[in-house]
């Protein structure tokens, strides 16, 4: 074997007839996701401009862009979306305020010892079917016989029972771990000098938390909030199980997708859009190399 | 900073708030599935494994565990497949459209679930004759492939490139490098990407109604058609127990291969 007589760009596995086995090693895993994934997303969305003929209910595949006029005209869509983006927002929300506490206890004053300990019983309920996890809150909720409403009857006052709130805590309950690990990682990192140098300046407990470690931790929260916000918005089956007649953007899609799919495929565009422009205002804060 | 005694008391009772909040659910589901009676109702009326042994000896359970476990083990091993090999691509090649290609590889979860479940339905039936256990397998892979994927690259990005390197001048081929060097480097990764991509798959609920063939019953299929049957509700009280109990040994395995690899498993 010849030794090489220039060093190639990057070692290893590439280190002969780099065009060849960046081809070798490239083409299934292209073939796969560009054809069969990116082909059948331009297809919906190609789809998304199309009709339904309204005597058979078969799909007409001449350009319109009645189904967007017709989702952002129609108060009743433009209500869930609202709906569906107030309760994304709520998860969210929900999410930090019980993962800064939490993730703050978790990184620093919890033992060394416990951390690991704390980390992995975060990481178990992410384990835990998802749907389990929805259908434990159906027992949860239940207005008759579930366990808030039975602990609370006491009191006289009956539990959120199914509805919007129920979907809030749920969500909020599915999409917390994701919230929390990467606040955890981000107190983790804080280093102590910092928080030093910020008492020696005369700063108070509160001070230190809001002008040190809110700005320093700030991008880990961004991260989660990508999580906790997008799969809050696009979610269906949660609001199907405790949200009563509630709906949101993914049971309109699901609802329509059988009758009429050119509707359907223009409404699921509205969530990946949202999610598009909140990932590009984020964009700016670094959040996106702390995913 | 110095933390104060009583910040340190009120921090710990709201992480065992917290604790509780995440607990106390997963807590009713294990209880309930020991009640005596035959609905969804707390408190329980009783101690009894009756309906763990019925569950056992559903047929439409044991049927779905195992379409669920068939085809995670495919999706897996597709997902284990390609994964590796965009990993590697991406590791150790510089490229036009690199950038591209990564966001590519990560679409299929950053997207709602059901986008792309009805994306991949619409394809499906629309222009390819219909829905099978193929076309299932088909959308399990997608959204498989980033989770091995991430799993390799962030070990291949550590290992670096001295040793096949080192391997390379000593005369080896690509192929033998991979099989001697480079694959037993990145195992305990590729094993922790594949059991989290079984557990993806086993879990996948959206995707899975979109892209199963008509009578084709995985466990979550399963429990969300009997979710709401009042006559089904104490067996799927078992099965959600079961699968929370299942839910630490994802855990247990990645401990043990981070304590086997002190560069961690990475299993999230």
């Known amino acids: 074997m010849a030794t090489a007589a220039v060093a190639p760009p990057k070692g290893g596995f590439g280190y002969r007839h780099p065009r060849a086995r960046l081809a070798a090693l490239l083409g299934g895993p292209m073939i796969w996701l560009v054809v069969v994934y990116l082909g059948s997303l331009a297809a919906l969305l190609l789809t998304a401009f199309w009709t339904v003929d309204g005597f058979t209910g078969a799909v007409v595949r001449t350009f319109t862009l009645e189904n967007f006029v017709d989702a952002f005209t129609t108060p009743a869509y433009l209500q869930v979306m609202a709906r569906t983006i107030g309760i994304a927002v709520c998860v969210t929300i929900l999410c930090l305020i019980l993962a800064v506490p939490l993730g703050f206890f978790m990184s620093r004053v919890a033992s060394k010892r416990m951390q690991p300990i704390l980390v992995a019983m975060i990481l178990t309920p992410l384990w835990a079917s998802y749907l389990v996890k929805v259908y434990a ?41 994701y919230m929390i690990l990467p606040v955890y990682a981000g107190f983790s990192r804080l280093p102590n000098s910092m928080l030093d140098a910020s008492a020696d300046l005369g700063a108070k407990n509160w001070r230190t938390f809001r002008s040190v470690i809110i700005p320093m931790i700030f991008p880990a929260i961004v991260a989660g909030s990508i999580f906790t916000f997008s799969l809050s918005l696009g979610d269906y089956i949660t609001a199907q199980i405790v949200g009563g007649t509630t709906t949101m953007l993914g049971n309109i899609v699901q609802q329509n997708y059988v009758t009429n799919l050119p509707f359907a495929a223009a409404f699921a565009t509205i969530p990946v859009i949202i999610v598009l422009i909140y990932l590009a205002a984020v964009r700016r804060s670094g959040a996106l190399e702390n995913l | 900073m110095t933390t104060s005694r009583g910040t340190k008391i009120a921090l710990t009772l709201f992480a065992i708030l917290a604790f509780s909040f995440v607990y106390i659910p997963l807590a009713v589901v294990l209880i309930n599935s020991f009640n005596a009676g035959e609905t969804l109702s707390w408190p329980p009326e009783g101690f009894s494994t009756q309906w763990w042994q019925k569950a056992v000896d559903n047929e439409g359970v044991r ?143 959206i995707v899975t109604t979109f892209t199963a063939g008509p009578g084709i019953t995985t466990l979550p299929i399963w429990i969300y058609q009997n979710l709401f049957r009042p006559n089904q509700a104490p067996i799927v009280n078992v099965v959600a127990a079961a699968l929370v109990i299942i839910s630490v040994l994802p855990i247990y395995i990645a401990q043990k291969l981070s304590s086997d690899d002190d560069r961690g498993a990475g299993v999230m």
């Open chain 1, 137 to 177: 809150w159906r027992a949860m909720l239940s207005p008759e016989s579930g366990v808030i409403a039975w602990f609370l009857s006491p009191l006289g006052i009956g539990g959120p029972g199914f509805g919007i709130l129920g979907i809030v805590i749920t969500l909020t309950y599915l999409w917390l771990p």
């Open chain 2, 63 to 205: 049927n779905a565990v195992v379409t669920s476990v068939i085809l995670g083990l495919i999706a897996t091993a597709v997902a284990l497949v390609l994964g590796t090999l965009a990993s590697l691509a991406l590791s150790r090649f510089t490229f036009f459209g690199q950038d591209t290609v990564s966001l590519l590889i990560i679409l299929p979860i950053a997207l709602p679930g059901i986008v792309t479940g009805i994306a991949l339905n619409n394809v499906f039936t629309s222009y390819l004759g219909g829905l099978t256990f193929t076309t299932l397998i088909v959308g399990h892979g997608t959204f498989c492939i980033v989770v091995v994927y991430n799993n390799a690259l962030a070990r291949l990005r550590r290992m670096g490139v001295n040793l096949e390197d080192a391997s390379s001048d000593l005369g080896a081929g690509p192929f033998t490098t991979f099989r001697l060097v480079t694959f037993p480097l990145m195992r305990s990764a590729l094993i922790a990407g594949g059991v989290l991509a079984f557990g993806l798959s086993f879990d996948e609920i």
